[in-house]
C-alpha cells in the first residue's frame, strides 16, 4: 500500500476511506513531464512550487548534462509521445531551447507551460531577453499552455502581482502575431485557477467568457480554456493558514470528492522528473517531496517507460485537489 502524506485538518487516511485503497498508473505511460527549474519572473501566490526570481541556482535548475541524460532517455523509450515542460518559466532554463529542438527531432509532441508575461518581460538593462520565445515556440511547433487565472486585471494583478495582466494580454498578444490560436498546427491553450478557496467554475462555460471577452477587448483569440483547482500546498496553502481558510478549504475538497475523476488522473498517464532527474508521480508530488514507489534516489535513467506503468502511486489528502468536483489535471477538467 502506498505511503500517504497527510495534511493536519484531515485524518491520516481521509482519502483512502474513499475507496482509493491503491490507486495504479495506466498500463502505459505516454507523458514524461520535466520541471526545468523553479526560477521564474513572478512569485504568484498560488504556486505550488514556489517558484520565484531568487530561485536560479544551478542546484534548483535543470543542467546541460542532466537534459542530456533526458534526451537519451526519451530517444530509447518510444512509447513516450508528448514531453510536457513546465517550471519556474521553463523559457528561463538556459537548456530549453535545445531541449526543445532534440524533442521535435526524435517526433515527439512538445507542450511548454508558458507564463506569457515573460515574452515582454524587461531586464535591469531595459531589454526583452526572452522575446525569442513565441517565433521560436512556432517554429518548433510547440503546443502552448499559457496561464491567465482571469480575464479581469483586478483579479490576475491581485493573484500575480501589479502589471502581470498588462503583460499577459502582450504576451498573449505576440503569440497570436506568431499564428498560435490561428494556425491550426499552433495550439493555444489558457489556463485558468480560482482567486479564492473555491472550485473551479464548469470548463465550458468559463471558456465561452474568456473566448468572448479577450476577444471584444483585445482581438485575442485561443483555441481551449483548461480550469485547474488549486492545491493545498506550499504557497497556496501557506495563504489559506494565514487567513484561517485552510481548515473549510480541505472540508470542502473532500466533500466534493468525485470518484468518477480517478480514471483521467494525470499521475495514471505520465511520469514527471525534476530539474535534477528525480522521479515523482506528478508536479504536485514532486512539490511536497513524495518521490515514485517510495524510493529516496530514483533517477529517470534507472528505469524504463514499461516499468513505470502500472506502478503504485504514491498519494495523500492533497489529492482531494484532483479529484474535486469535476477533477483537476494538467490538462483541465477531467470530466
Known amino acids: 500500500m502506498t505511503a500517504l502524506v497527510p495534511l493536519p485538518i484531515l485524518s491520516a ?110 531586464d535591469h538593462e531595459n531589454r526583452e531577453p526572452y522575446a525569442w520565445i513565441p517565433h521560436f515556440l512556432a517554429e518548433h511547433q510547440v503546443e502552448v499552455v499559457a496561464s491567465l487565472p482571469c480575464y479581469l486585471e483586478d483579479n490576475v494583478d491581485q493573484q500575480r502581482g501589479r502589471g502581470a495582466y498588462n503583460a499577459s494580454i502582450e504576451g498573449l498578444r505576440r503569440l497570436n502575431d506568431a499564428g498560435y490560436g490561428r494556425d491550426p498546427r499552433l495550439r493555444l491553450n489558457l489556463v485558468y485557477n480560482p482567486n479564492g478557496p473555491h472550485l473551479p467554475p464548469p470548463q465550458a462555460s468559463l471558456f465561452a467568457d474568456y473566448q468572448r471577452e479577450l476577444k471584444n477587448r483585445f482581438g485575442l483569440v485561443f483555441n481551449d480554456l483548461w480550469t485547474i483547482t488549486n492545491m493545498p500546498i506550499k504557497r497556496w496553502r501557506h495563504e489559506l493558514e494565514r487567513s484561517g481558510q485552510l481548515s473549510d478549504y480541505m472540508k470542502m475538497l473532500a466533500k466534493a470528492y468525485n470518484p468518477l475523476t480517478l480514471d483521467g488522473l494525470m499521475c495514471r498517464h505520465q511520469i514527471h522528473i525534476d530539474s535534477a532527474g528525480r522521479l515523482y508521480d506528478c508536479d504536485f508530488n514532486y512539490a511536497l517531496d513524495l518521490r515514485t514507489s517510495g524510493s529516496p534516489e530514483q533517477f529517470l535513467w534507472n528505469t524504463t517507460a514499461d516499468e513505470l506503468a502500472g506502478r503504485a502511486i504514491s498519494t495523500g489528502d492533497h489529492c482531494y485537489g484532483c479529484t474535486a468536483g469535476a477533477g483537476s489535471s494538467c490538462g483541465g477538467a477531467l470530466i
Request: charged letters at 25%.
Open 13 to 122: 487516511n481521509s482519502f483512502r476511506q474513499q475507496g482509493v485503497r491503491e490507486l495504479r498508473a495506466a498500463g502505459k505511460i505516454q507523458t514524461l513531464q520535466i520541471n526545468l527549474g523553479l526560477v521564474c519572473n513572478l512569485a504568484c501566490h498560488h504556486c505550488h512550487v514556489e517558484s520565484s526570481p531568487k530561485r536560479d541556482s544551478p542546484q534548483e535548475n535543470m543542467s546541460a548534462d542532466t537534459a542530456r541524460r533526458v534526451i537519451d532517455w526519451i530517444a530509447s523509450n518510444h512509447q513516450i509521445e508528448r514531453v510536457d515542460l513546465t517550471g519556474g518559466s521553463p523559457e528561463m532554463n538556459p537548456n530549453f531551447r535545445s531541449l526543445v529542438r532534440r524533442v521535435r527531432d526524435l517526433g515527439r509532441h512538445v507542450m511548454d507551460r508558458c507564463n506569457p508575461t515573460i515574452i515582454p518581460y524587461t
